[in-house]
């Protein structure tokens, strides 16, 4: 239940009020930033909310019987290295806290409008980021465990992947561009398919700071997944990496099987419904394996 000082309470039944929204941002590194959609910094609770680094919020939708509220919340990016640290994952799963204050009178004190957590991140524009918000109900309506699934749902060069993306991983300069659909370059080695799946992450040029998926890749030639935000550049600079199909043959390819969290072999809807037709699940290249039985059992 949300509770404000008399005082506060008074004032939002004012005809006319100053009200500011202050947001705390607790990253996954632990480090807190603070901002306001206010026209000046606020002092407060001994922080400062900058409105620099300021925010822009979406209506809050709260939900009566324990619901789930959410919001967008735009913020700036001030930086190339800053948008870099959003690539990489800085507000994945950070915690939010947005209260209200009268910025005229902040002894009034605040009233708390919601807290959550940061369920998605966004890049749409170049020096803005778009953090879509969930309340705290979204923690119980996540799965206590993994579902299983034909292809590996370990990240390519995470920690249980165990692979180490440098090993994997080339820098580049362009030597041709087609726009923003891809370019040439005769700084990688690997024949066609090599970096197929891959990341190419651009440290100069026009599109620096971004990460852009690969579609194919032939002899140098890069045809990327989508188009850049902005066009590509002879001499732009980057670093390309390897990507992965997540199947049990890729995984094979990189003599990383042991690290292999898939399970190819589950049997399917069609196989366990069977009345003994059905082939069961096998890895490419094998031979199936003829059901056993006629099916009187299964009905």
């Given at each position: 239940?949300?509770?404000?000082?008399?005082?506060?309470?008074?004032?939002?039944?004012?005809?006319?009020?100053?009200?500011?929204?202050?947001?705390?941002?607790?990253?996954?590194?632990?480090?807190?930033?603070?901002?306001?959609?206010?026209?000046?910094?606020?002092?407060?609770?001994?922080?400062?909310?900058?409105?620099?680094?300021?925010?822009?919020?979406?209506?809050?939708?709260?939900?009566?019987?324990?619901?789930?509220?959410?919001?967008?919340?735009?913020?700036?990016?001030?930086?190339?290295?800053?948008?870099?640290?959003?690539?990489?994952?800085?507000?994945?799963?950070?915690?939010?806290?947005?209260?209200?204050?009268?910025?005229?009178?902040?002894?009034?004190?605040?009233?708390?409008?919601?807290?959550?957590?940061?369920?998605?991140?966004?890049?749409?524009?170049?020096?803005?980021?778009?953090?879509?918000?969930?309340?705290?109900?979204?923690?119980?309506?996540?799965?206590?465990?993994?579902?299983?699934?034909?292809?590996?749902?370990?990240?390519?060069?995470?920690?249980?992947?165990?692979?180490?993306?440098?090993?994997?991983?080339?820098?580049?300069?362009?030597?041709?561009?087609?726009?923003?659909?891809?370019?040439?370059?005769?700084?990688?080695?690997?024949?066609?398919?090599?970096?197929?799946?891959?990341?190419?992450?651009?440290?100069?040029?026009?599109?620096?700071?971004?990460?852009?998926?690969?579609?194919?890749?032939?002899?140098?030639?890069?045809?990327?997944?989508?188009?850049?935000?902005?066009?590509?550049?002879?001499?732009?600079?980057?670093?390309?990496?390897?990507?992965?199909?997540?199947?049990?043959?890729?995984?094979?390819?990189?003599?990383?099987?042991?690290?292999?969290?898939?399970?190819p072999f589950m049997p399917g809807q069609d196989y366990?419904?069977?009345?003994?037709?059905?082939?069961?699940?096998?890895?490419?290249?094998?031979?199936?394996?003829?059901?056993?039985?006629?099916?009187?059992?299964?009905?």
């Amino acid at each position: 239940m949300r509770t404000a000082s008399a005082e506060l309470e008074a004032h939002l039944q004012a005809e006319h009020t100053t009200l500011a929204r202050l947001m705390t941002l607790l990253t996954r590194t632990g480090t807190p930033v603070y901002f306001t959609d206010h026209d000046e910094d606020i002092e407060y609770e001994g922080q400062t909310f900058l409105t620099a680094s300021g925010f822009e919020c979406s209506a809050i939708q709260n939900v009566v019987g324990g619901g789930n509220s959410n919001l967008e919340v735009t913020i700036l990016v001030e930086t190339d290295a800053h948008r870099q640290q959003i690539v990489g994952g800085l507000y994945a799963g950070a915690a939010i806290t947005i209260n209200v204050v009268n910025y005229e009178d902040l002894s009034m004190g605040h009233l708390a409008m919601t807290v959550g957590l940061v369920t998605g991140v966004s890049l749409p524009y170049k020096h803005k980021a778009i953090l879509s918000f969930q309340g705290r109900a979204a923690s119980s309506n996540r799965y206590l465990t993994e579902v299983y699934s034909p292809t590996c749902r370990a990240i390519f060069c995470d920690a249980r992947c165990s692979l180490n993306v440098n090993d994997y991983r080339e820098s580049f300069t362009v030597d041709t561009a087609d726009a923003t659909k891809g370019f040439t370059t005769g700084d990688i080695t690997g024949t066609a398919g090599y970096w197929d799946l891959g990341v190419v992450r651009w440290l100069t040029g026009n599109n620096a700071g971004q990460a852009t998926e690969i579609r194919s890749s032939s002899a140098g030639a890069i045809a990327l997944m989508i188009r850049t935000k902005l066009p590509i550049q002879v001499g732009d600079t980057g670093l390309i990496e390897r990507g992965c199909a997540k199947t049990l043959a890729a995984c094979r390819a990189y003599s990383n099987i042991l690290n292999f969290r898939g399970e190819p072999f589950m049997p399917g809807q069609d196989y366990t419904q069977s009345k003994g037709t059905a082939t069961p699940p096998v890895e490419a290249g094998e031979a199936p394996t003829a059901p056993s039985g006629d099916g009187a059992n299964y009905g």
